[in-house]
């Protein structure tokens, strides 16, 4: 885990870089402060979902393709022991890539594990219209989308365009999803 947070914080840095942006104007942008950013950049702390999401919304691209070059090259059987992790322990939540990451193929599927009493609220998506497909697979989640609230129980499906904030809220058990991403 210590090596995938390092490549992040080095594909961050890389990314603003490239872009020419001072880490203030990223800060702003983002809406992430300045001293964060920072400690992000130098591996002192790992980004939290909301950062990344942030992140990923200031550079017009999902989540995905932000962490993809973090991640292995393409491989079109990858093991589950070799599929990329990432953790947000500060609010208990986990995400693996189960599709072999690809910048070149358009659908992915990620598997999403969130804690009991947990919210992972998101001001909007990193790509308007992002169509999203979740299927639950264990436990119960809500799901909000705009002022739209959908319980989901084990073995149900949400299809969606996502255009504007949206919330992932547990209750007394946790919950474990795949989001197909396309």
């Known amino acids: 885990m210590a090596k995938l947070n390092e490549r992040l914080a080095d594909r961050l840095k890389q990314l603003r870089l490239e872009r020419g942006l001072p880490l203030q104007e990223l800060a702003d942008l983002s809406g992430v402060s300045r001293s964060t950013l920072s400690r992000i950049e130098n591996g002192d702390v790992s980004p939290t979902a909301d950062t990344l999401s942030a992140l990923s919304a200031a550079y017009h691209m999902t989540i995905s393709q932000l962490l993809a070059p973090v991640e292995v090259p393409f491989q079109p059987l990858v093991r589950h022991g070799e599929q990329s992790e990432w953790q947000d322990p500060e609010n208990g939540f986990a995400r693996r890539v189960v599709s072999p990451p690809s910048g070149g193929l358009s659908a992915e599927v990620i598997r999403c594990t969130l804690e009991p009493y947990q919210i992972i609220a998101y001001a909007g998506p990193s790509r ?16 909000t989308l705009g002022d739209e609230m959908h319980p989901l129980q084990a073995g149900d499906c949400l299809r969606y ?5 949206s919330r992932f809220q ?6 474990t999803y795949l989001m197909v991403l396309v």
């Open 128 to 143: 308007p219209g992002h169509e999203h497909h979740l299927v639950m697979l264990e436990g119960a989640l809500t799901v």
């Open 170 to 175: 547990t209750g007394v058990d946790p919950a």
């Open 161 to 165: 365009q996502l255009y504007g904030p």
